[in-house]
């Protein structure tokens, strides 16, 4: 199930669930079914350019006095249609529910017949009938060239500055979420999914797949810089594998050598896209850093950083990948796809957030509680603190004071913190899964 796959990864392929024939799934939908398989992992673990408008100002010679015209850039994808604004001018809703009770507020396209109802922890746990298990193997074999094809392409003559870029891609690869969300998309968005492992097409996805994941690398090597961690992905970070100055300049080359690759694809409205998926990542680390004190305990402001954060990037790149196999920016395809790659990267987000409670450091790759040691409010803390006063103050001064990383812990395990951000993640989940499902045969 490309669904749960990639709404655990890309809700694979989205396409309905209606059988082909009586018994039988096509395999579009298969890829539809993995990608919702996609989302049941993560849960258990925890308009198109002629429509653009540039905007014209008059603008004065101060020399001649003649008046002209001057074209200004409209900011970025979400500005010019070719991404929808998923927040308001007031930091709530936009163009998709954050919270559940924002739906009243949605018109929301039908939902097709047969669509998955997802219940990672009721009694019927596990995956939706249909839905493969293992939605990596959907799209393994594409990806076995991947590691080495990022690890040439950033080669560079430097020694430690190739170490360090490699870093990620040679020793700890990761579960490649992002690219394998990727490859999943364009398979479900693919006329004949089966056959879509070759071609012009193909390769441009295959390589969007490769931006995402530099991308991605490149904003965990910055990130690890200014939390000053010491850990990533079960290993050391790479700072303290090499300097702070070393990390900082493997990043931005990253960045460089994904802006290089992006190009290649010659493909103006996917580079707008992918480009301001890089603005959002900036925004959110801001967020991060600059929040005020009482926004620090507003659920929306929250979900806001998680989407600059984490969800941007998935939720641009499937819609690059459906809009690389020629579909436009308005189309159902696309929108179905963009809308998907939002709900996941946010249910994505906050069963990492839940993990940091209830999981293991050998199972994230980094050291629990690692998000509240960094002074970070997130989903269970923010629930935790609506029957729990106390918890208002600590998130206040961002946990800073000694016994509030421990407080917190015990707070939030005493309440229904876990739980309540448990059920928002499998909202946006669900949220996902209808949009894949959307897809048309």
């Known amino acids: 199930m490309l669904s749960m796959s990639a709404l655990c990864m890309v809700m694979g392929s989205a396409v309905a669930f209606i059988p ?23 849960l258990k673990q925890g308009r198109s350019s002629s429509r653009r408008s540039l905007l014209r100002c008059a603008v004065v010679d101060g020399v001649t006095g003649n008046v002209g015209e001057q074209l200004l850039d409209r900011e970025n994808a979400h500005v010019v249609g070719l991404l929808q604004n998923p927040f308001d001018a007031s930091g709530s809703s936009g163009a998709f529910p954050g919270l559940p009770e924002h739906l009243s507020r949605m018109v929301d396209p039908p939902v097709p017949d047969n669509t998955p109802k997802l219940d990672p922890w009721g009694e019927k746990s596990g995956f939706p009938e249909r839905c493969p298990e293992d939605p990596f193997g959907l799209v393994r074999e594409e990806l076995s060239p991947f590691a080495e094809s990022i690890k040439s392409v950033v080669d560079t003559d430097h020694p430690i500055l190739s170490e360090a870029a490699k870093h990620f891609f040679a020793q700890r690869q990761g579960k490649r ?33 490769q931006v995402t994941e530099m991308i991605h690398v490149a904003s965990l090597i910055h990130d690890d810089v200014l939390d000053e961690a010491d850990t990533r992905r079960g290993g050391e970070a790479v700072h303290k594998l090499y300097t702070n100055k070393v990390a900082v300049i493997a990043g931005d080359y990253l960045l460089a050598r994904a802006s290089v690759l992006l190009a290649k694809l010659q493909n103006t409205e996917v580079t707008e ?26 659920m929306m402001t ?8 984490t969800a941007s990037l998935i939720c641009d790149a499937s819609k690059s990948a459906a809009m690389l196999g020629g579909h436009a920016a308005d189309s159902e395809q696309a929108r179905a796809a963009e809308e998907y790659g939002y709900h996941l990267g946010l249910a994505y987000q906050i069963i990492d957030d839940v993990l ?3 999981g293991a450091s050998d199972v994230l790759g980094k050291p629990a509680l690692a ?51 448990r059920e928002l993640a499998l909202f946006h989940a669900q949220r996902a899964v209808n949009a894949i499902a959307r897809l048309p045969e």
Do not use: C, N, W
């Open 20 to 42: 082909a024939q009586p018994g039988r799934f096509s395999l579009r939908q298969s890829h539809t079914l993995s990608a919702q398989t996609h989302v049941i992992q993560t």
């Open 177 to 209: 979420f992002r690219p394998t969300i990727v490859m999943l998309m364009s398979k479900a968005t693919s006329p004949s999914p089966t056959e879509h492992i070759s071609g012009s097409i193909y390769d441009k996805q295959a390589l969007l797949g």
């Open 273 to 298: 896209i992918m480009s301001t998926a890089l603005e959002s990542l900036v925004q959110g680390e801001i967020m991060q850093i600059k929040t005020g004190e009482e926004d620090l305990l507003d």
């Open 302 to 309: 929250y979900l806001r950083k998680s989407y600059h954060k």
């Open 356 to 358: 940091d409670f209830t």
């Open 371 to 421: 998000d509240v040691s960094l002074g970070l409010s997130t989903a269970p803390v923010l629930f935790a603190s609506e029957s729990i006063p106390e918890l208002r103050p600590m998130i206040k001064r961002k946990f800073k004071q000694d016994g509030d990383v421990e407080k917190t812990l015990t707070f939030v395990l005493k309440s229904d913190g876990v739980e309540r951000a």
